[in-house]
């Protein structure tokens, strides 16, 4: 034991872990308990002098003995709770949630006792915590020069965070017994944690929620006897629909998890009253950029409705429908994202008729994202319309006039997953009113494939443009940006504007804005027709007129007078393929041989993307035409091409 005790009170956490491993092999024997209690309640004594490292080893010690299969004496057991309250106001803060931690121990032990006992200091440490001392913000806001909201959202706050962690541990190990103990003290105490201006706090606030909502007598479901939970389900889902559309991504995630067990726990027949409030932000929250927030709802969906779904969607939408719309609003960019992708589920995945009234709201709430300064949020704004007008045509047919120009603005953008989602979006659009709008959509692409002629020699993916950021995009040189508030993703708002007018200005550094968009250069004008075509050869009608064009795009991988063309010849040889299968051999056989140069300069490419997209499109031509007729058509083209391909790449050309 005196080796144990020397790292429980070691200086080096590794030591003290070491230590509480040490103890746990003592509990295999019964016969250890007296010896292990000595040690312990010697460690644990509160001492003004005793280093907080001897503090925080012998509580997590006591807490693991008091869990383990041992049964520890009532006189321990009375230590241990004299010495953890005595240090939940300890100056250390990991001393402070060792001693929460071992409360909780206690509780799962001695049950509601422990909660009578702890009442009135942890309510007062949570209470008197809850506001800081005015003066003392205002000498820290002094120091940070302004930057008040920074310091609302980062600053710690007392000993508010331990304690209401060390109240989260006794409810949870408490269990179904501790409904007797929720009072509206408590409840009010609680919801006032979660509207607190710092974000930890607020994460912790849900944290105690979800343990609260755990908490259902054994009896609730056989007999209809409602728990303190159930009773109170209205103000829990009120305080739920905030925390689920917190700008703050962890806060988010501890109402996710509040969320479910709050679901979850109630009897299914139940449930459905608290939908109208839970159901739209749960919603939502499956496509939220953080993946955490992400999965977790998705999960959660699953299991409230294996099955159900769609239903439970259309039952609800004249709840989901407003709150969409508001959060495509919103002054964070990644909610807004995520506004649109849910609003495209609508139109591909709920019943049409149920939808129906409500496409012309949702269009105009999509417009507005339309001319978003975040590309992310344009993207999914442009999928989202593209998925409403080939599902309501109809109903659309006004909108599409409004919306051509702008699919057209996306697929010229700097971003190419931008272009290629208005490729898709555009022929789908094309496909639904083929009368009036497929025509003139193939003439569009054999007027974006002779672009690639007007670009100058020295083509840039950032003119005018500081070096791009980690995520891919760059911001011009602009002195108003520098030694300014840097924000992070999905956090702080407002970040970028929103579209539409009262924009919110672009702010800090986000890698997605595109306040400062530049003009498109040439060839990606040329690089989004040439993604056009590939979808559009998807299309029937419009098969003919492409294959018609097929020249003009063969003549695109022989401009190569600028910097940029191995990124246009990637997406012209990425595209071929899908090209050729869906125009079928006949027609473009042909046209093979025009391309065969081009892709001898792919082969041979520095560019190890460029490179492995001339492979792939050489493979996918021997599939089509057969190895055999692929070598003759080299042989006649470029019989030194033929060498290269038979010692590189023998299995596209036959022996």
């Not at 272009?419 to 639904?432: D, L, P």
């Amino acid at each position: 034991m005196e080796d144990i005790s020397k790292l429980l009170v070691s200086h080096q956490k590794l030591e003290r872990d070491r230590g509480l491993e040490a103890l746990s092999a003592q509990f295999s024997s019964p016969d250890n308990s007296e010896s292990i209690e000595s040690l312990l309640t010697d460690l644990i004594a509160p001492s003004p002098d005793t280093p907080w490292e001897q503090f925080h080893g012998s509580l997590q010690a006591s807490s693991r003995y008091i869990s383990s299969p041992l049964t520890p004496t009532p006189a321990f057991l009375s230590t241990s709770l004299t010495a953890a309250r005595a240090h939940l106001s300890h100056p250390e803060s990991r001393v402070r949630s060792a001693a929460g931690e071992l409360l909780g121990a206690l509780a799962g032990r001695q049950g509601t006792s422990i909660y009578t006992t702890c009442q009135g200091d942890l309510i007062t440490s949570i209470m008197s915590c809850l506001e800081r001392s005015q003066e003392a913000d205002n000498t820290i806001k002094e120091k940070l020069d302004g930057q008040e909201s920074v310091f609302h959202d980062t600053a710690g706050w007392g000993h508010l965070e331990t304690s209401m962690k060390a109240l989260e541990a006794i409810i949870r190990e408490t269990g179904a017994d501790f409904d007797s103990c929720i009072d509206t003290q408590l409840l009010d105490l609680v919801f006032e944690s979660l509207k607190h201006t710092n974000r930890f706090v607020r994460e912790t606030g849900y944290m105690v929620c979800c343990a609260l909502v755990s908490i259902h007598p054994a009896d609730e479901v056989t007999t209809g006897n409602k728990g303190a939970v159930w009773r109170e389900g209205g103000r829990f889902a009120d305080a739920l629909e905030i925390g689920l559309s917190d700008n703050w991504s962890q806060v988010r995630m501890a109402a996710c998890c509040a969320g479910r067990a709050f679901l979850l726990g109630i009897p299914e027949s139940g449930r459905s009253e608290f939908y109208p409030q839970l159901l739209p932000p749960l919603c939502l929250n499956r496509y939220y950029i953080a993946e955490g927030v992400r999965l977790h709802c998705q999960a959660t969906w699953r299991l409230l409705f294996s099955v159900s779904g769609v239903t439970a969607v259309e039952d609800n939408l004249a709840h989901i429908v407003p709150f969409y719309l508001k959060q495509a609003e919103a002054d964070n960019h990644a909610v807004r994202e995520a506004a649109c992708a849910c609003i495209a589920e609508l139109a591909t995945k709920v019943g049409s008729d149920a939808v129906k009234v409500y496409v012309p709201q949702l269009l105009e709430g999509l417009l507005v994202c339309f001319e978003d300064d975040s590309w992310p949020v344009r993207d999914a704004a442009c999928t989202a319309c593209g998925n409403f007008v080939s599902v309501f045509g109809v109903e659309s047919e006004g909108y599409v006039k409004r919306l051509m120009p702008l699919f057209y603005a996306n697929l010229e953008d700097n971003i190419p997953s931008v272009r290629q989602g208005a490729a898709i979006a555009i022929t789908s659009v094309a496909a639904t009113y083929p009368d009036t709008l497929l025509s003139p959509t193939v003439t569009r692409v054999g007027e974006l494939l002779e672009k690639v002629k007007e670009q100058p020699e020295d083509s840039k993916q950032f003119d005018d443009m500081s070096k791009p950021a980690v995520f891919g995009v760059a911001m011009p040189e602009d002195p108003t940006h520098t030694n300014q508030v840097m924000y992070s993703c999905g956090s702080l708002a407002p970040k970028m504007g929103r579209g539409g007018s009262g924009k919110a200005p672009g702010a800090g550094g986000c890698s997605a804005s595109h306040h400062f968009k530049r003009p498109a250069q040439p060839w990606e004008q040329t690089d989004g027709g040439v993604r056009l075509f590939a979808e559009l050869a998807n299309v029937t009608a419009a098969k003919p007129g492409l294959v018609a064009l097929l020249s003009a795009l063969s003549s695109v991988t022989r401009r190569r007078h600028f910097e940029h063309h191995k990124h246009l010849l990637e997406t012209v040889y990425k595209a071929l393929p899908v090209i050729f299968r869906r125009l079928t051999k006949p027609k473009i056989k042909p046209h093979v041989n025009d391309f065969l140069e081009g892709l001898k300069y792919g082969l041979q490419s520095d560019n190890n993307l460029l490179r492995a997209a001339s492979v792939e499109c050489l493979q996918s031509m021997s599939l089509m035409l057969g190895p055999n007729i692929l070598r003759g058509r080299i042989e006649m083209t470029d019989p030194d091409m033929l060498l290269y391909v038979q010692h590189a790449f023998p299995e596209t050309v036959g022996s």
